[in-house]
């Protein structure tokens, strides 16, 4: 009964910028550390970035710089700053989200559907 729906993803050239965002929808009591990952054609699932509720950020060193995490509690929304993209960014990005669905606070990963970031020469 929960969805994490993303935009923002699309086609960009080399040097230029998107920003991704990422908001649950549907019934859930709580929800907790939010990330995102990203996945090449051939490469395992890596992780980006995650912030707490608190808003303790965790980025990958690669993009240390050029990547900024945020969140928004009152929307439940987290995005992703992406900057001065290359071809290594080029992969499909998934929020992921840790969420109790009832006051039980049985947590549980969840994930949207992933949006695609293309950059071309």
């Known amino acids: 009964q929960v969805q994490l729906v993303e935009s923002g993803g699309g086609s960009v050239q080399a040097g230029g910028s998107l920003r991704l965002s990422c908001a649950p929808s549907?019934?859930?009591?709580?929800?907790?550390?939010m990330g995102w990952y990203r996945q090449a054609p051939g490469k395992q699932r890596e992780l980006v970035a995650t912030?707490?509720?608190?808003?303790?950020?965790s980025i990958e060193d690669s993009v240390k710089g050029r990547f900024t995490i945020s969140r928004d509690n009152a929307k439940n929304t987290i995005y992703l700053q992406m900057n001065s993209l290359n071809a290594d960014d080029a992969a499909v990005y998934y929020c992921?989200?840790?969420?109790?669905?009832?006051?039980?606070?049985?947590?549980?990963?969840?994930w949207g559907q992933g949006t695609q970031v293309i950059v071309s020469s």
């Open positions: 549907g019934t859930f009591f709580s929800i907790s550390t």
């Open positions: 992921n989200a840790q969420i109790a669905i009832s006051i039980l606070l049985t947590w549980r990963d969840y």
């Open positions: 912030i707490t509720r608190g808003g303790s950020t």
